[in-house]
Structures are given as C-alpha cells and as structure tokens.
Nanobody, 115 residues
C-alpha cells in the first residue's frame, strides 16, 4: 500500500531553519506530483509548495523566497527546506502524493516556531 512518512519537524526559534522529508513507498514516485501542505489550528489546510513529476515548482506567496521544495527520485523522497521561519509558519505539515486515481497523505509533522 501507499505510505508517506514525514520527518524533520520540531521546535525552532524565529529566523531558524528546518528541513522536512517525506519518504514515499507503494507509488511510482518519479511519475507522481508531490506537494507540501500545512494546517494551523483553526485554519484550513493550505498548499505550501508543489513539485510535479517533471520538476515544475510552485509556492504559496507567503513562503516564496524562504522555502525550497525539491525531490530525489532515486530515494523516493521529497524535501521542504524552510529558512527564515516565522511564528506564523507554525502548523502541522503534510506531504501529499497526487496520482492519477487519487491523492495520498502522510500523517503530518508538527512545526512550531517560537517568537
């Protein structure tokens, strides 16, 4: 079955950095569009960054210039490098794999940015 396992979350001070990883299994990773989403308490889940199978990237306006999404097809892993973190980046971060038939989600990893 499909599994997406996120890691790399934690507590960091404002201005700090974290790198999230999402290891995928059970899918043809190199053909799958991947994305990072986040959900803060009381808010809807929102797209943070996406990367297609062909390497096309998009970012939410709020993270442009601070976050970088990348993928390693040899390792079936997608990354989110987060720099210059702000308290408003605090959320649970989820990895998503978008196949032709359906979307798959990871369990989420908590990112907390203290001021």
């Amino acid at each position: 079955q499909v599994q997406l396992v996120e890691s790399g979350g934690g507590l960091v001070q404002a201005g700090g950095s974290l790198r999230l990883s999402c290891a995928a299994s059970g899918i043809i990773f190199r053909l799958t569009n991947m994305g990072w989403y986040r959900q803060a308490p009381g808010k809807q889940r929102e797209l943070v960054a996406g990367i297609t199978s062909g390497g096309i990237i998009n970012y939410a306006e709020s993270v442009k210039g601070r976050f970088t999404i990348s993928r390693d097809n040899a390792k079936n892993t997608v990354y989110l490098q987060m720099n210059s973190l702000k308290p408003e980046d605090t959320a649970v971060y989820y990895c998503k794999a978008a196949s032709r038939l359906r979307d798959y989600w990871g369990q989420g990893t908590q990112v907390t940015v203290s001021s």
